[in-house]
């Protein structure tokens, strides 16, 4: 039990008091699933992005499945998803019956680029419908660039934004603002930047989409009498409509309130993770080459999920199987983000083994280090002393 309190995990949740007793007063109320706290957390939420609206669900695989079904996704279409992701955002494009086409990826961050989406349109024959921009460990996507190729291709595009709560791109716009796209998703999973538990946010300029979204999370039930198919249900009082196949991906209340409460602490969070980059930055140049972590987009302001550093293992003379065990005997975790998700089993059995070589080169060299708000600047100190020792 003291071994895993001393272990540095690669990321973790920040939960205090004040979002205890929040949670806790969610479960005294009259609700536990969707009531009051829901509309505030999507307000607060919307108003923090920058978006019109903001619509809650269950988790961020849900978010991504949720905003391309009100695209209109569906079989026959391709969606463009970057190689370099959680699985999740190629995932949620299947749900809706559509094919991938992996995009590659710039090897040093691994983000998706106008060139690499080009790349990747041409594979996909004219049949692309939408494209998932990743903002891989909370670092902006070019997303001026990428938007500007995929309007003259009639593309939708969705950013896949769980890294990316707080950051900022190139416009100066939060990311979530949807400055550049229909629909921006989210995820709070623990191991994000804000966390519910379970739960996820779709952000979007569009009412029609919101609509959509907010109906869909919901078995596809209509309430609003103004959007009844048939006349005669409106003035009675139990008529309800299902309008579509929804499904139930909604977020309870109680999860919101914690949401709502941590949200009140992200301006606190995100100066925290700043500055633990900030430190990683100083502390990481003594290790270059050996160790890079790329300069940030011109004009961007990350607010950093993950410490991926890029490791030229190979150079080292360590693999990175023994460079984690060896991080971990000192009480150091280290994760992989990711393994390329066209490499996967499913994937490779629906559409073949193809190179991807930009995301190939990113993959073998990356190593998530340890980033969350409960860390000191001490404790990068002693990563990258550790790191420095591990590496010779
Ligand atoms: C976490 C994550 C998801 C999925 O979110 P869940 O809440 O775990 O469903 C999707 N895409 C990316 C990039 C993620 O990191």
New binding site residues.
Partial sequence: MTQQADLLAYGRQDIDEVDIAAAVRALQSDYLTTGPEIPAFEAEFARFTGAAHAIACS???TA?HLALDALGVGEGDVCIVPSI??M??ANAARYCGAEIVFADVDPATGLLTADTLADALERAGGRAKAVLP?HLAGVPCDMEAIAALARQHGLAIIE?S??AIASRGASGAMVGACTHSEAATF???PV?SLTTG?G?MVTTNSPDLAARMARQRSHGIERDAARFERAEGAGEPWYHEMASLGWNYRLPDINAALGRAQLARMAQFAAKRRALTVAYREHLHALAPLVRLPADPQGSDPCRHLMNVQIDFEAAGRTRAVVMNALKERGIGTQVHYIPVHTQPYYVRRYGCRSLPGAEAHYVQTLSLPLFTRMGTGDVERVCAALAEVLG
């Fill in positions: 988790n961020g695989t991504l992701t959680f999740a955002t990743v896949d769980c890294h995820s709070f999973h994000k379970e996820g």
